[in-house]
């Protein structure tokens, strides 16, 4: 199916397509593998939702063609549209010429034509020698295998994959389309941080070094500048956090990039439309986590969100308050397909089965470890608690990592 986000009716020129006459419709249209959206900065005018639009239509396995004005044109903009897997995209002054959205529709464009505007690593990809990741192909008979203990476990928000793997060629990474998993937490202390760090080195356990990266969302109190004894690797005067220019940096710690506030932050802005536009932006790598702490963030940021992690610990006073359980009902009515829900520090004391439908469950886990990688400055060793840690990377981990494909 062909999709016009376009200010001229072109149903005509392009038959079966459906015309899509004003923004909040192209938010609202969900789209299938093999669809195409014509997507046009006069229909949506404002990036954010461009974003957005272009994330979630990707995401659902939809190929985008992006029509800007020539005001819009630069680098940086065509940079980006690349990293979301958009290649084919084209920007007009006063007069759209329809051949080019001819010959994009029947040609779609590859990396390699655009190169210019494309990362490294995913040209890498495209070409006959793979980036092959041995951590990644050893999952095979582990993903082939089920479990008797997670037999019953429905993962009822995996969403279908695109794109198929070719088993008689050798397998590489490729990177269809960049993950986002928001962490949050509804009550202080259920530990968000600690649950984004394990996930943060459970998915680069799978990957190249430097392929995860962990952001910290402006609104809660920085925690990673202490933990990580930053410091040490880059003066704290020297350090520039992308709410300054939009870029920023990132420091590498462990083979992953941190995003951290900068020292002392003490801003409570949500900053979301800044933030979704800095991780659009910067997310060239497979997965970007974002921990947001005990603070639900605005819906733009979820509304982007491949995954979004809501960490509960087992504290049944917690329980009893009222506004808190209505803002997880919120949570689930609105994100329930992308939305799951972590018990962190459970026991087998704790009874919350009848409230958590398909929860994960994440035991308490040994505090001389934790406690030794804090004080060290570096992530907590994932690899010795492989059972405790197993339906996280079961239910959070292995659905979200790079597709296997043949060269």
């Known amino acids: 199916m062909l999709y016009l986000a376009f200010p001229a009716d072109l149903r005509e020129r392009y038959a079966e397509s459906t015309w899509l006459v004003y923004d909040k419709q192209v938010l609202e249209t969900t789209f299938a593998p093999g669809d195409i959206l014509l997507l046009s900065t006069w ?17 659902e396995g939809a190929r985008v063609i992006f029509v800007g004005s020539k005001e819009d044109e ?39 034509d655009v190169r210019t505007y494309v990362d490294d ?41 695109w794109g198929k793997p070719s088993p008689s060629t050798p397998e590489r990474l490729q990177i269809v389309q960049p993950r986002l998993v928001v962490v949050v937490g509804l009550w202080p202390r259920a530990g968000v941080t600690a649950i984004t760090y394990l996930l943060t ?7 190249p070094t430097r392929s995860v990266a962990c952001v910290e969302h ?39 990039d941190l995003v951290p506030l900068s020292p002392g932050w003490t801003g409570s802005t949500d900053g979301s439309q800044p933030m979704v536009q800095y991780i659009f932006r910067q997310m060239r790598k497979p997965v970007t986590l974002v921990d947001v702490g005990a603070q639900v963030p ?30 997880y009902r919120m949570l689930t009515a609105q994100y329930g397909e992308s939305m799951v829900t972590v018990l962190n520090k459970w026991t087998r004391y704790a ?3 009848d409230l958590f439908e398909d929860a994960v469950r994440v035991p308490y886990l040994d505090p001389n470890t934790m406690q030794q990688a804090l004080w060290a400055g570096r ?19 292995k659905p979200l990592l790079p597709t296997r494909v043949g060269g």
């Open 43 to 59: 229909v949506v005018p404002h990036r954010a939702e461009q974003l957005q639009v272009i994330h979630r239509a990707r995401q």
């Open 351 to 353: 009874h919350y089965d």
């Open 298 to 327: 605005s819906d733009m940021l979820l509304g982007v969100a491949d995954r979004i992690v809501c960490v509960l610990d087992c504290d049944p006073t917690f329980l009893s308050i009222a506004e808190l359980g209505n803002q």
């Open 74 to 112: 630069t680098d940086e903009w065509k940079r980006q549209l690349c990293s979301l897997g958009v290649y084919d995209f084209a920007f007009f002054g006063d007069e759209v010429v329809l051949g080019v959205l001819d010959n994009f529709i029947e040609h779609p464009r590859t990396p390699l």
């Open 218 to 256: 402006p609104r809660p109190w920085p925690r990673m500048w202490d933990y990580f004894q930053l410091d040490e690797r880059m003066s704290a005067e020297g350090y520039r956090h992308w709410t300054v220019d939009g870029v920023g940096q990132e420091i590498e710690v462990d083979g992953v």
């Open 379 to 397: 992530f907590p060793d994932v690899s010795a608690w492989a059972s405790e840690l197993h339906e996280l990377t079961e239910r959070v981990v």
């Open 121 to 161: 690593s995913v040209l890498r990809t495209t070409h006959e020698e793979p980036v092959v990741v041995e951590e990644v192909k050893e999952e095979k008979v582990v993903l082939q295998t089920t479990e008797p203990e997670t037999a019953s476990v429905r993962p009822r928000w995996r969403r279908p994959r």
């Open 201 to 207: 080195k459970l998915f680069a356990q799978h990957l």
